[in-house]
């Protein structure tokens, strides 16, 4: 599953934005500023299918950054996203306008989010993208008709999304790592299983962003479920996965000249091997680290309960959205950020919110859509750092 296209009206400072995820070329730009073209089906369904298959046959773009300072929606768009998705969605936040300025354009619309899903090996018959909207929202030159049809297909594919696939994973910005014992329980019903229903990320509450618990049980898990199941064709899938978390929890290391050294057989804690041969047990190793950690084990943990059969989960699609991704990281590192993400999962698709000019550049002009605030009330997206 890739993301698209997210269509934005009344949502956080956001009046009307539509922001395309797909490389721009002659017949569409990247970033649109009116929701008039949006990509909901109209009373056509049929010729609206076959626009949408040509205008979105290229591949979205791996990573695309986010880029503003504070106040700019990047948080807003992110979460916008996280709620508008096959399996969950929810009503978006509405936009806080200025007294002044609802004064001079009357009343505001309702809010709600559109979102087009290329579902792939979620679904590799399926032609055209995928309409996700919020509930109830009532599109421009829609006929009654063509709504209850595009609510009728994100029901449908909200109940297959329950059954498996549909990975979305969200990183808050205020997220932290406390020094807690690892404990295990229950994995069948945490980790092996990936719920497309289950609470999304609160970008802004970091009582609820501690990744050190849930990131110490994955690595935890794999060690330990590769170890019982090791010779069992029945458990091979677990060591696939102990495998694939090695691997890429070497490739974020690298920086740091550590390498994945497993779990410690007595406290279960995971550690890091150093150049030298000494073992730096999870809560020693730099904040970046950590991190760094989290952003390639959470996802994969989540490609590999969401999916079955014989492929590795770093070759499994899912979209991983992390807001400021720059935080608690070296700056001397944030120029390599980026390519250690794309190495570590490289069938991920990232939605990178952030801050750093210095991260920004490290990027492909095409990749960075850059936020402004024009009015009070208003952003606007742009592409390119420079807009």
């Given at each position: ?10 949502v956080g400072p956001f009046d ?234 070497d490739v974020v290391l690298e920086p740091f000249d550590l ?129």
């Amino acid at each position: 599953m890739r993301l698209l296209r997210v269509s934005l009206r009344n949502v956080g400072p956001f009046d009307d934005a539509v922001l395309r995820l797909t490389p721009p070329d002659s017949a569409a730009s990247a970033v649109e500023l009116s929701a008039d073209e949006s990509a909901a089906p109209v009373d056509e369904p049929a010729a609206h299918a076959d626009e949408l298959t040509h205008v979105y046959a290229a591949l979205p773009r791996p990573v695309t950054v986010l880029f503003g300072g504070d106040g700019t929606g990047k948080t807003s768009l992110l979460s916008a996203v996280a709620l508008t998705r096959p399996g969950h969605a929810l009503p978006p936040l509405p936009a806080v306008a200025s007294a002044a300025s609802a004064r001079a354009s009357g009343a505001r619309s309702p809010s709600y989010v559109t979102t087009d899903w290329l579902l792939g090996g979620d679904d590799p018959e399926r032609p055209h993208p995928l309409v996700v909207t919020s509930p109830t929202a009532t599109l421009p030159g829609e006929s009654p008709e063509g709504a209850a049809i595009r609510r009728r297909e994100q029901a449908l594919f909200d109940r297959r999304a329950q059954e498996g696939g549909f990975v979305f994973v969200s990183f808050s910005g205020a997220r932290w790592f406390s020094r807690v014992p690892n404990m295990l329980t229950t994995p069948d019903r945490s980790i092996l299983r990936y719920d497309v229903r289950q609470p999304t990320t609160t970008f802004d509450d970091p009582t609820r962003a501690d990744l050190a618990r849930e990131t110490k049980q994955v690595i935890a898990y794999a060690a330990i479920g590769a170890a019982l199941g090791a010779g069992s064709a029945e458990h091979h899938h677990l060591e696939r996965f102990a495998e694939a978390l090695r691997e890429v929890i070497d490739v974020v290391l690298e920086p740091f000249d550590l390498a994945h050294a497993g779990v410690s057989p007595t406290t279960l804690e995971p550690l890091a091997r150093s150049p030298r041969g000494g073992l730096v047990p999870f809560d020693a190793m730099p904040r970046a680290a950590r991190h760094l950690v989290s952003f390639v084990a959470l996802p994969l943990r989540a490609l590999f309960a969401a999916y079955s059969g014989e492929a590795s989960p770093r070759e499994r699609e899912g979209v991983v959205a992390i807001d400021d991704v720059e935080a608690q990281q070296d700056p001397a590192l944030l120029r390599d950020l980026v390519p250690l993400l794309r190495r570590a999962l490289p069938n991920v698709q990232w939605l990178l919110a952030t801050s750093s000019t210095q991260l920004a550049l490290a990027c492909d002009a095409p990749s960075v859509i850059a936020l402004r605030r024009t009015e009070a009330s208003r952003v606007e997206l742009g592409e390119g750092l420079l807009h």
